[in-house]
């Protein structure tokens, strides 16, 4: 889980939704601006983060959050379309050819709301175009993820990492209920406190891309909550994020 305590406390909000640190900044506030398009079933809002001036008034690093959130359920295909094709642009913004997508799946695999990355990656069908690692946490294993992962890169040598943990978010509306897609990285581990590394372009010498869903919400009481169905929530939102890696749609990104 990327960022309960350190992501980030802006405006008395704990959370790693940028679209929650943008809602109570003025519209014509310089180096930060939101687009909202509607879909069938959801809602797409990208959070575009351009001066220092605009990153420190969010608390969140420069870059690109695109935040889709799920209004109807039942539109299951519709939601795996857009972010199959939401994930597909910030790949493409790279400006780097898409040769092999390395996934990260970041988390407790002992705990059900910090199991997503390794469920998303149980459900990915690797090979030559994909390949996945789930390199738990420090305390089960030993060895600081962040370490595994710089040398798992250095072995596998992708053009892109897709990194896919849970996340944490300030509005009880938005637990469970939305998918969050960023170019900035991310640093594992800063839920409880840890200061890690940053997984991003700059440590791994490759493109990171972040996806996160927000399974849990911090209340000012220093209590985290999750929601009743998380064995539930977690294979949904599993089945979505590995059925966008999957379809054709992506894997054909540069044919």
Known sequence: MQGLFANHMIMNKITDMAIELCQDIDSSFPGVSMDIVEGKGFARTIVRVETSKGAKKIGRPKG????????NRENVEDIIDCFSHSLGEFLRDTCVDIKKILVIGLGNNRF????????VCDLLNTGERVAT????????????SVHSIKAI??????SHIVVVDSLCCHEKSRLATS???SNTGIVPGSGIGRNN???DKEFLGVPVIAVGVPLVIYLPSFHYVIPKTIDILVPSFAHIISQAINSSTFSQLND
């Open 133 to 144: 690692f789930c390199p738990s946490v420090e305390a089960e294993t030993g060895i600081p």
């Open 179 to 181: 998918l969050q897609i």
């Open 112 to 119: 059900v709301v910090d199991s997503l990355g390794k469920s």
């Open 153 to 158: 890169t250095s072995l596998v040598k992708p």
């Open 197 to 199: 590394q940053s997984l």
């Open 64 to 71: 690109i959050y695109c935040d889709i959130e799920i209004r």
